[in-house]
């Protein structure tokens, strides 16, 4: 269910697709490049299988934004917003899990001291050092990845779009990727046959990092964290003025806040709640962003009572007295 | 001026790449030697094996040492930096392809109906040896 974003963001969120689709139509042709020229170098097959898990963030975010637009059902009353997490925590396992695999390679390979071979290869009748190709392959790998990750990060921050960018974070780190496989392809090529393993483990060391980064912030989000920052482990600039500004409309108030997909849900605890709230109002700061808040909870204060117990499940089951005496939950104030 | 001068300098440095990591192939020309094992067999050498050992006898400026043996020795030995070069007849799925380089590729030659085919083995990682191998590897099956 995509909330009543104001025409800008639903503009951007367009455009994030139309990006995802091209992302995925030039690594699919960077993918092919590499693998058609990878031969048996180390730092190659890191690349090759970084670029491939590079496919990952798009088809997440495609499939998870499919999901978003659904409306909810009676099986999934809350929508699907809180899609995006669960798909960013399985590509992220992914990513981590073959990012370890790699670098256990590369240090085996080191370990064994395996010489890689790179042979040349007859192009038209011509022989070519293949080094040479996997340089050129390592080059275009990189243009469309960084050109594609600048222009998605910004359009992912207004969006607060996590798996945008991740994906954008990713692919403008790619540089990283080539320089270090040109790096060991030529290292390779300079008589230095650990060269290769070591770029290739640098490689791996950059994809663990990525999948590493992916599953703190997905958990944060699963586990009902506080909204953090884009790409980032602590609490995002707008959540922290949203509380100041909950604490000050509401003393003495205890202020929850949690993150699904892109919106940010609040419960305030201890205090009566208003017979209504304009949710624009209690935003702070730059009012474009306030589609981000789509929910307060009032949770009343606790009233303690002293019950006779008159019946005997009453004296046996304490737990469940507490729950029937618990006030329910107050009033809501939603944008709908 | 500064940019031809630049040009220059790295097509002079790329022609030395590949280089190999233990040096085999600036070894074999300062010896002017190079260490080949022929896998035994009932049968004398072919037209092509002696072919494709004069044309990088030719190439690299240095005469065959040949000794001959079984496969499994010889390509141990290879391993071993006991010898440069490992001619004869192997599988087209030989196991021996992950530990040494074939050159042709022995499963690239391997046709519908043939299955035992003429390669030369060298150490894993000697890309420039490897390189001149390559060069000369036509007349053993066509280029890989």
Redesign the interface.
Same mark, same amino acid.
């Given at each position: 269910m995509i909330r009543n974003l104001p025409p800008k963001v639903r503009t951007d969120l367009k455009r994030a697709k139309r990006l995802e689709w091209w992302t995925l139509a030039w690594m699919s042709s960077v993918v092919v490049v590499m693998w058609l020229v990878m031969g048996s170098s180390q730092a190659m097959k890191a690349a090759l299988v970084e670029d491939v898990l590079s496919l990952i963030p798009a088809i997440v975010f495609l499939v998870a934004s499919h999901y978003e637009a659904k409306p909810p059902t009676a099986g999934f009353p809350f929508g699907f917003e809180r899609v995006h997490s669960l798909a960013s925590l399985i590509a992220a396992v992914a990513l981590t899990a073959v990012g370890a695999f790699l670098l256990y390679e590369s240090a085996s390979t080191l370990i064994k001291q395996e010489h890689p071979t790179i042979a040349p290869i007859s192009v038209f009748g011509r022989d070519i050092w293949l080094g040479w190709v996997m340089v050129a392959a390592l080059v275009y790998s990189v243009i469309p990845p960084v050109i594609l990750g600048h222009i998605k990060q910004p359009i992912a921050r207004r969006l607060q779009d996590e798996v945008l960018d991740t994906d954008a974070m990713m692919q403008r780190a790619d540089w990283m990727t080539g320089l270090a496989g040109i790096g060991g392809v030529l290292g390779v090529g300079l008589g230095y046959w650990w060269a290769d393993a070591l770029a290739a483990g640098l490689i791996s060391l950059s994809i663990v990092h990525d999948g590493v980064t992916s599953l703190r912030v997905a958990t944060a989000e699963l586990v009902d964290g506080a909204p953090r920052a884009l790409g980032k482990n602590e609490i995002a600039d707008d959540a922290r003025k949203l509380i100041a500004s909950l604490e000050s409309r509401y003393p003495g108030a205890l202020i929850k806040l949690r993150e699904t997909g892109r919106y940010i849900h609040a419960e305030v605890s201890g205090v009566v709640p208003d017979s209504s709230v304009n949710l624009k109002e209690v935003w702070p700061g730059d009012e474009e962003r306030s589609w981000r808040l789509v929910q307060i909870s009032f949770v009343p204060p606790r009233v303690d009572r002293s019950p006779e117990p008159t019946a005997p499940e009453d004296r046996a089951l304490p737990k469940q007295r507490a729950r029937r005496t618990r006030p329910a939950i107050g009033a809501r104030a939603k944008r709908r | 001026m500064r940019l031809v001068a630049l040009s220059l300098l790295l097509a002079g440095g790329c022609s !030395?790449?590949?280089? !190999?990591? !233990?040096?085999t192939l600036r070894r074999i020309r300062s010896e002017q030697k190079f260490r080949v094992g022929t896998v035994a067999r009932s049968a004398p050498a072919s037209e092509q094996e002696i072919a494709f050992l004069q044309r990088v006898e030719r190439a690299a400026g240095a005469r065959a040492s040949i000794e001959s043996g079984a496969a499994e020795s010889l390509l141990l030995k290879l391993e071993e930096d006991q010898l440069d070069l490992v001619l004869g007849e192997f599988h087209a799925k030989t196991p021996w392809s992950a530990q040494v380089?074939f050159?042709p590729p022995a499963e690239k030659q391997a046709g519908s109906d043939t299955k035992i085919v003429v390669s030369a083995a060298a150490?894993?990682?000697?890309?420039a040896w490897?390189?001149l191998l390559?060069?000369e590897a036509e007349v053993l099956g066509g280029?890989?």
């Open positions: - | !030395d790449i590949p280089q !190999d990591p !233990d040096g380089t050159v150490k894993n990682g000697e890309n490897i390189s390559h060069a280029r890989p």
